[in-house]
């Protein structure tokens, strides 16, 4: 929990608790009821296709008495699926209660979001004071949130030019840059200095760089549409001139205060039981104002959706799920398409050859039959999350966890309907849907008859998951495929390659349906066919590992959503658990056997009054932390030397006698010198103290060839950096805007991370600043290094001009003096600290600014 957050324990849980599941699930189903199939069943059946058909519950005979041992085994079964789940819900609570404990002072858990708040509190001040007023604890700040449409425009323009004046500066020293005396850290220092130097001692500095540093012509972009045509010019300068004007845009809209306020704010509490108690009760008196909930992390708040009104969002909530439901119809085509596939005759008629080739091989033909339908049905599954985590945007949600639960809705929802359900009637899916309009009841025997017959593309289903696709998913053949693309054909400067390395966020949204949709399969077939228990448990095995490597040295995730997946789990177990009972009683009722059938109802009825009675206990306290915990724990604390009118525990009138109020300070007493031993013995643990996964929201990266990572990535928020996130306002109005990211040195591969003085966060001057700076500088340094060849060349005179020399020097020289006095003098810098006056005996004035040493060339005597 401190490396990976609750979220990723909650995961392995659930994995864990169906590896315990069906580990004893797979002993007893291999040992008694495999046994029961293969030595009295009719291998003759017409139902008996293959070999894993002779294991199944399909080749009993109708109303044999061998079928009471599969409905005790249901029963087995279903009650230990109870137990197992009221356990781990048990557990889930128990580290959701300590997470938000030791997360009881962050920002997040004293924080509440609250929507539909009126026009008259539409302010910070206003919005804080209401609820001070509330008396419900001390209120530390409020934010309500802007509209910044015309802002975010602006910041996203401000990156592509940056980036494209990123890239011209590539495309002239290269990335990394191998010009001799490169170093982009002393270049940006040099530039830093400008405005505190001295004139004269600049110019000799730029004199020094300019031979190293100018290898060629600047390079030339044509101003036309997609630089096709139009005026050719500098490329530098061209994208230093636009970006200095976008920076300079965004610097003057940040500071605007004209910004349109929403109904939508922020309150942050100064205890975390403030925050608890008003998101648990009603507000304001009048209906959909100030509806008040605990938030979500600064870094998980989805800021282009947190002013949505609630009617649009309804209205796009509507249309999400219309486009989800064509979807879910669309996709029966490709479906029914793949399961007709699992017949060797169906085959024939599509791939003639192929089958022909295979007729004299069982092997063959078992993985044309089994593998190749499975592949095509992963394929073409894999493309859903995408669609859905777009959807998510535009249903409008408020946060990037919140569309990780709409994909994992829609996404199991569509694994569950077309995989398990469509896929099973996919061959008679016409006559299927007219039988069950006329007859809604006969479910139990539709279910009965069609999920015996597929049992062997599940278990193939369940195999190729876990033994293959599952251990590929490590080799991360998606990301290398997509990443090496862009590293050879699209990467160019050091931004680019350290966003295309930065590690992925783990998507819950499309991490939980897959394993969900396994459980339910295996649970589903457990009894029809109880070898796919062993692939079962095999599959969780190998997940495992998988994802705990992947969520512990693969992915970063920059937010936590408190383990809320797990209540999204445990209906769809439920919704699972009720398919597995209906399907044991048509396959009774189809083997005759209808007092067997008529036992299976109970079962059923159980489960639903288990769901009822898990939620009636946990349901609440699953969202809310209990309040006694929070005060035992608040209580324990050795530091809890709070003053009396700051706590909001205390309930202690101006009644109380002399005494209580001595024992209070000798327990205060008691408690300082708690806490003072407690701080002697952990100062020398501090520096061993583990770092929890939220506290910093950068990741540490070592430097290499092509970029040293010295800026994060932009992919939170547009034209923002994702780092800082740590306040409730909008980035795009405090985040740390991207800076000029030169090329990097040719040779310095790093061993460690690069340090915090080379970072971003050192350079306190504007982003444009630097660009224009940089680029006068080249500007500068080109036309002293066009003065040097021409000083090298040999002096002739002129051709009509004999008089006149090409050597200019001191005019040039006192015009770039002139220039830069000029700018001194419009800081307010007196030209006498500039200019030195010659002393009476001959000897230069040593009058001038700290640290600049003037050179003599540019004094009266030597011109």
Known sequence: MDKVGLDAVVILQFITMAIKLFGICSFF????????????????????????????????????NYLIAYLCFTYFFCFLTFFFLHRNFRTFLDLRARYLLRMRKTLSSRTVVVTGIPRPLRTDD???????????????????????????????????????????????WGNPCKVPGYDPDQILNHLSMTNNSDPIQFMEQESAMAASLLTKQLPKIRTGFLGLWGEKVNAIQYYTEQFNALDQQVLEARESSTFELTNVGFVTFKHMASALIASQIAIHPEPFNCRTVMTFEPRDVLWTNIAVRGRERLVRELFVWAVTILLSFF??????????????????????????AADDSVFLQNILQGLLPTIAVNVFMAVLPLIFDALGIVQGLRSRSAIAEATFSKYFFFLLFNVLLVFTIASTITKTLEQLWNHPAAVANLLGTTLPAVAPFFINYTVLQGM???????????????????????????????????????????????????FIIVLEYSSISPIILLFGTIYFCIAYVVYKYQLLYVYFQPFDAVGGAWTMVFP????????????????????????????????????????LGMDAAFDRNSKHLPMQLLRDKTDQLPGNTTDDDDDIYDTSDDSSSDDEKSEKARERWRKATRMASEMVSSSSRKRHVRRVILDEDDYAAIPDRYTDYRQPPMELNPGVLDTGLKAYANPALIGILPQLWLPVKAGEVGTTALPASKRFSSRQYASHVVAKDLIQFLKRAESVKRRTNKDQEPKRPSRFFPWKHPSTDTAIIASSCSTKIGKLE??????????????????????????????????????
């Not at 309500?144 to 030019?161: D, E, G, P, T, W």
């Not at 209906?582 to 299976?600: D, E, P, Q």
């Not at 002393?839 to 003599?856: M, V, Y």
């Open 29 to 64: 189903g291999v040992v008694t009821l495999v046994p029961i199939s293969v030595t009295t069943g009719n291998t003759t059946h017409a139902n008996v296709t293959g070999q894993l058909d002779e294991l199944a519950i399909t080749v009993l005979e109708d109303g044999s």
């Open 126 to 172: 206003a919005l804080a004071e209401y609820y001070s007023h509330l008396n419900i604890g001390p209120v530390d700040n409020a934010h309500i949130v802007r509209h910044i449409h015309h802002l975010n425009s602006l910041l996203r323009k401000r990156a592509r030019a940056l980036q494209k004046l990123e890239t011209a500066y590539t495309q002239y």
């Open 331 to 356: 996709w029966i085509v490709p479906i029914s398409a793949f399961s007709t596939l699992t017949s060797l005759d169906a085959l024939e008629r599509v791939f003639p050859k192929l089958v022909a």
């Open 468 to 518: 293959l696709l599952m251990p590929l998913s490590l080799l991360l053949f998606g990301a290398l495929i997509v990443r090496g693309f862009s590293h050879v054909f699209l990467c160019k400067t050091p931004r680019d390659y350290a966003s295309n390395r930065a590690p992925w966020a783990f998507n819950y949204g499309t991490g939980y349906p897959p394993l969900l949709l396994i």
């Open 572 to 611: 769809r177990i439920i919704l699972g658990m009720i398919l597995f009972q209906l399907t044991m009683t048509g396959i009774f009722v189809l083997k005759s056997f209808f007092t067997l059938a008529a036992l299976c109802v109970p079962l059923i009825v159980f489960t639903v009054l288990f769901k």
């Open 826 to 863: 419009k800081a307010g810098t007196s030209q006498e600290h500039i200019l030195r006056e010659p002393s009476t005996d001959g000897k230069q004035d040593n009058r001038s600014s700290q640290g600049s040493g003037e050179s003599s060339s540019c004094s009266p005597e030597m011109s």
